[in-house]
T-cell receptor
Framework: DAGITQSPRHKVTETGTPVTLRCHQT?????MYWYRQDPGHGLRLIHY???????DKGEVSDGYSVSRSKTEDFLLTLESATSSQTSVYFC???????????FGSGTRLTVV | KNEVEQSPQNLTAQEGEFITINCSYS?????LHWLQQHPGGGIVSLFM???GKKKHGRLIATINIQEKHSSLHITASHPRDSAVYIC???????????FGTGTSLTVIP
């Protein structure tokens, strides 16, 4: 969707290195989310944001941190990447909690 | 414990068949969503519904709030319908979705 972009689309990194994924939106939506998708699991929430500098943890937040210094950008950082963090990461945005989501195209991260 | 359960997990159909994918949930919700994910692709929203039925082309989504159940139907299925279909719910409290694990549909020509 043109209103939300993720970067990079693909990344391979080594265990122990820090990695930052970026989600950028042009919709001025309040809520932004980071999910990971793994085989056998539904999308699982890592962190979400309900406004600038307002973030909260999801169900799988260990090993991840986020920042939202402006409305349009939500950054996900893996402080020290591990092989268990190999996954596809999706960013999503919504204007309100019970409205439809718009998803980014995903970032495929491989930690070797 | 998974708040959203989908069935079947995998489904193979012949082109032209009528397809049903089911979703059951255990929490009070404000809305239910059906999403579609093509192989290697992003996720797109098909329907958002809180009651009754919605139709878009060959896709029909229904929900029964009392039974906490929704179905996604595809009429006259086509190979391009091959994708993973994901059910998600917006609970009454909080600002996050709960997702099912998805139903992988393959439509054979």
């Amino acid at each position: 969707d043109a209103g939300i972009t993720q970067s990079p689309r693909h990344k391979v990194t080594e265990t122990g290195t820090p990695v930052t994924l970026r989600c950028h939106q042009t919709e001025n939506h309040r809520y932004m989310y980071w999910y990971r998708q793994d085989p056998g699991h539904g999308l699982r929430l890592i962190h979400y944001s309900y406004g600038v500098k307002d973030t909260d943890k999801g169900e799988v937040s260990d090993g991840y941190s986020v920042s939202r210094s402006k409305t349009e950008d939500f950054l996900l950082t893996l402080e020290s990447a591990t092989s268990s963090q190999t996954s596809v990461y999706f960013c999503a945005i919504t204007a309100q909690g019970d409205y439809g989501y718009t998803f980014g195209s995903g970032t495929r991260l491989t930690v070797v | 414990k998974n708040e959203v359960e989908q069935s079947p997990q995998n489904l193979t159909a012949q082109e032209g068949e009528f397809i049903t994918i089911n979703c059951s949930y255990s929490v009070g919700i404000s809305a239910l969503h059906w999403l579609q994910q093509h192989p290697g692709g992003g996720i797109v929203s098909l329907f958002m519904l809180s009651s009754g039925k919605k139709k878009h082309g060959r896709l029909i989504a229904t929900i029964n709030i009392q039974e906490k159940h929704s179905s996604l139907h595809i009429t006259a299925s086509h190979p391009r319908d091959s994708a993973v279909y994901i059910c998600a719910v917006s609970p009454n409290t909080g600002n996050q979705f709960y997702f099912g694990t998805g139903t992988s549909l393959t439509v054979i020509p």
